[in-house]
C-alpha cells in the first residue's frame, strides 16, 4: 500500500474524517429551526460504521483522488444513508425504536421532525454534492449517480419491493433483485463516487467495480440476515430477530444459515476476483470486502 | 410581447407542455416497483396550477432559454413541490385527505407508499436536472439552488417552524420568515432556475429578481390564507378553514381580512416596481404577480 498504515488505522482516519466533515456540512443545531438541525445532526454524526464513505475512499485512492473531494462525496452519501434509516424507522414503514443503540429519530423527537429531517438530509446530500470543487463534468456525473441511486429504480424502489414482500415468498432471484436496489445501488453508487473524485473510470475499470460492487452488496445483505437471525440487539445496535418476527423473507429464511455463510464467502471471493485488473491500489476494496463479509454487527 | 400570443394561451401551453414533460421524466407506472412508480404519477400529473413551471417559463423567455432546457427545469421544481405535498398531507404532519379535488397520496395508497413516493420524487428532481444538457456550470448552479431551496433553510426549515407555530402567536415578522422558507424559496429558485437556463443574470439583474420573488412570494402566502378563510373546499380542491381549524396563525389572523386584501396589492406593485430595469420581455412575470395575487384559488 502506498501509504502503508494498517487497515484498522485506515478506517479509524477515514471514521475521523467523515465525523469531521459531517460534522461541518450539517448546519449547526443553534441555527433556525433548531430542532430540525438537532435532529438532522442526532440521525448522522455519532454513528454507524461509515460503510458506505469507507468504499468512496477506498475506490478514491484507486484513481488519486484528492482528499476533500473524497471527504465531501461520502458526506453526500451518508447522508442519503442516514435519511433512509430516519425515514425506514418511522412507524408507517419498519417502526423500529432502536438505532446505532439509540432510540430512533421519530422516537427521540417526534414523527413529523423524523420525516423533515430526513427530507432534508436528502436535500442537504445534493447541495453537499454540487458543491464539489472538482471539475464540473465529473462533478455532475456524481449529482446523477447519487440521486439515481436513491431514487424509484434505487434504494427506494428497493424498499417499497421489500415493503411489499411481507407475507410472501420470494425467490432467490426476486430477493437479490429487492436487495441490489435497496442496498446495493448505494454501495455502487459510493465506489463510483470515489473513483468520479480522481478522474473518469475508463470502460475495463467501470466493469471490474460493478462486479465488485455487485458482490459487496449482495454480501453486505447476506450477513446482515446472518446477523438479524444469530447476534443480540445489544452486540447490533438495532433490534434483532426482527425481520423473522416481521415475517420478511431473508437469505437466511430461503437458504438456511450454514448455506448463506457459504454463499458470503463465494461473494467475498467474487469481489477479490472483479478488482483482479487492479495493483495493489485496491487493497483498501479488497479489506473493506473481508470487512463486510467478516463482521460481527 | 415577441411570441405574441394572449397569456391565457401562454399558461395553457406551458401548462401543456408541463403535463407531458412529467409524464415523459416519471418511471412509467408499469415499471417495477409498479405501486411506486403509480403513486409518483398521481401525486405529480393532471393537477395543480403549475406556478413553478410557470414561472421558471416566464423568467426563462427573459433570458432567451431553450424550451426544452426551462420543461426540464421546470419539471424538476414541480417534482420538489409535489413531494413536499405528499409529505404535508400525511397523518403526521398536517392530516389532510383531500388535495386538488383528489384523495391525498396516503389515503389514495398507504402511508409507506406516501412516504416513500415523496422521498423517491425529491430524487428524481435531481435526476432530471443533473441531465439538463446545457453549460455544465449553469446546471451545477442549478442543482446548488435547488437543493438549497429544499433543504432545513429553505422549504424543509419553513415547514418545521410552522410546525412549531401551531397553538403559538407569531409576529408579522416571524410568519414573513415561516412563509419566506416554506413557500418563497422554491418559487425564488424556480425563477433563477429559468434565468439560468438561458445564461448567469448578471448582479442588478439577479438583484431585481430576488426583489420581484420575494414580493410574489409574500404574496402568494397572503392569497393563500385569504382563500383558506373566504373560499370553500369545492373552490379550492382541499380543505378550507384548515388553518384556523388547526389554529395556525395566518396573515388573516394577524391583519385581518381587508388589511390582508390590501397587503396583497401593494406585494403586487412591489413586484411590478422590482422588475423596472426590464422591457416587455418580462410581462409573463408581471402577468404572473397579477395572477397569482388575484387568483380565486
Known sequence: M?????????????????????????????????????????????????????????????????????????????????????????????????????????????????LLAGDALQSQAFTILSRQEIDPERTIQMLQILSEAAGSLGMCGGQAIDLASVGHNLSLEQLEQMHGLKTGALLEASVFLGCLCGRFPGTDEARALQAYTKAIGLAFQVVDDILDATADSETLGKTAGKDAADDKPTYVSILGLDQSRALAEKLRLDAHQALGLFDEKADRLRQLADLIVQRDK
Open 2 to 114: 502506498a501509504d502503508r498504515i494498517s487497515f484498522e488505522d485506515w478506517m479509524q482516519s477515514v471514521q475521523t474524517t467523515m465525523e469531521e466533515t459531517l460534522s461541518t456540512l450539517l448546519p449547526a443545531a443553534t441555527q433556525t429551526p433548531e430542532r430540525l438541525h438537532d435532529a438532522m445532526r442526532y440521525a448522522v454524526l455519532d454513528g454507524g460504521k461509515r460503510v458506505r464513505p469507507l468504499l468512496v475512499f477506498a475506490a478514491g485512492v484507486l484513481f488519486d483522488a484528492p482528499h476533500a473531494a473524497m471527504a465531501r462525496a461520502g458526506a453526500a452519501v451518508e447522508m442519503i444513508h442516514a435519511y433512509s434509516l430516519v425515514h425506514d424507522d418511522m412507524p408507517c414503514m419498519d417502526n423500529d425504536v432502536l438505532r446505532r443503540g439509540k432510540p430512533t429519530v421519530h422516537v427521540q423527537y417526534d414523527e413529523a421532525t423524523a
